[in-house]
Nanobody, 112 residues
Framework: VQLQESGPGLVKPSQTLSLTCTVS??????????WRWIRQAPGKGLEWIGS???????YYSPSLKSRTSISRDTSKNQFTLQLSSVTPEDTGVYYC?????WGQGTQVTVSS
């Protein structure tokens, strides 16, 4: 299984960050798996953002829930993160994860 994040590397404050994870080698609808977005801010540990299950149910970190939306496109075997009203504190490396596999991560910087 391979995961690949894609999306803009620079987002302006107050805008919406949008990232897509493309999965190959396995279906995101395979039962009993959850697909996750995780991030790491500079100098900090890993932070779980949210998950979407094989059935399409979503779960979000309480601290980010009001700004987060995770969706999927099963025809493309992709799942997407949207994080609204971003601030510089949302800067970091964003990873997608599933079935014990990690994407390589993508740097997102929030700056005007």
């Amino acid at each position: 299984v391979q995961l690949q994040e894609s999306g803009p590397g620079l987002v302006k404050p107050s805008q919406t960050l949008s990232l897509t994870c493309t999965v190959s080698g396995g279906s995101i609808t395979t039962s009993n798996y959850a697909w996750r977005w995780i991030r790491q801010a500079p100098g900090k540990g890993l932070e779980w953002i949210g998950s979407i299950t094989s059935s399409g149910s979503t779960y979000y970190s309480p601290s980010l829930k009001s700004r987060t939306s995770i969706s999927r496109d099963t025809s493309k075997n992709q799942f997407t993160l949207q994080l609204s009203s971003v601030t510089p504190e949302d800067t970091g490396v964003y990873y997608c994860y599933g079935r014990a596999y990690w994407g390589q991560g993508t740097q997102v910087t929030v700056s005007s």
